[in-house]
């Protein structure tokens, strides 16, 4: 059970997965709500519709109509400025992430992950799960 504060805190999470997706494939409601299910992410068509049309509205996205079979489907692709906001935020998280795990990348990094002045490079990033 997830507390409605937690909640909270993920919201901000779920644009930003969203933009991450739809800059790699074009992406549409059904797979994306199976897809943020995978990350423990339980979001109902009502949520996420209006979601979708929002950042649309905003110049995120853009859809559009497709056949899939006897109906058809609104389907997502980003757009410059919803990757220009994407690149943005990449960086916000990776400082954010630096900061959250400070403890681990210095576990991991042998006491450097902290020592690293500004601009220097930074630590290789964990494999992703693909
Ligand atoms: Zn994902």
Do not use: C
């Not at 919201?11 to 997965?17: A, K, N, T, V, W």
């Not at 109509?65 to 410059?80: D, E, K, L, N």
């Amino acid at each position: 059970m997830r507390s409605r504060s937690a909640q909270e805190l993920f919201s901000g999470l779920i644009p930003l997965h969203i933009l991450h997706h739809a800059a790699e494939q074009p992406v549409y409601g059904l797979w994306i709500i199976e897809e943020l299910a995978n990350h423990g992410y339980r979001l109902s068509a009502g949520t996420l519709y209006p979601l979708l049309h929002r950042m649309e509205q905003r110049g995120l996205l853009r859809s559009t109509a497709q056949r899939a079979g006897r109906s058809t489907r609104r389907v997502y692709r980003i757009t410059s400025a919803g990757r220009m906001a994407l690149n943005e935020a990449r960086h916000k998280v990776r400082e954010l992430f630096g900061e959250l795990f400070a403890t681990d990348l210095r576990r991991v990094f042998g006491g450097q992950a902290n020592r690293r002045k500004r601009g220097a490079s930074r630590p290789t990033r964990r494999r992703e799960r693909r």
